[in-house]
Nanobody
Framework: QVNLVESGGRVVQAGDSLTLTCDANGDTLRRYSIGWFRQAPGKDREFVAAISWITTVYEDSVKGRFTISRDNAKNTVYLQMNSLKPEDTGVYYC?????????????????WGQGTQVTVSS
């Protein structure tokens, strides 16, 4: 079992960059596929990006702007976000799946953090 804690969310201006961090406690992230989802007010949770041992996937609207990476030695996953837009606003959740697969279906992920708020002002 793994406990996920997100950090790094804050209010930024459109065009700014921001890095979110997901720290894991209780188990090593090396065994998991890790993803990020986000939820804007009044909208469903939306897949953002995910990383496994050997590959990454991104939602189309963030391709070329966001980068997901992992540091297994630190038990941490990062989401580097560049050229932020107001539509990137939302609560960002770190998620983990102990199975060797990767994808954008939220039901795939067994573990969820509490989320960190990102607000992009125009």
């Amino acid at each position: 079992q793994v406990n996920l804690v997100e950090s790094g969310g804050r209010v930024v201006q459109a065009g700014d960059s921001l890095t979110l961090t997901c720290d894991a406690n209780g188990d090593t992230l090396r065994r998991y596929s890790i993803g990020w989802f986000r939820q804007a007010p009044g909208k469903d949770r939306e897949f953002v990006a995910a990383i496994s041992w050997i590959t990454t996937v991104y939602e189309d609207s963030v391709k070329g702007r966001f980068t997901i990476s992992r540091d297994n030695a630190k038990n941490t996953v990062y989401l580097q976000m560049n050229s932020l837009k107001p539509e990137d606003t939302g609560v960002y959740y770190c998620v983990a799946d102990p199975r060797p697969r990767i994808g954008g279906n939220p039901s795939q992920y067994d573990y969820w953090g509490q989320g960190t708020q990102v607000t992009v002002s125009s």
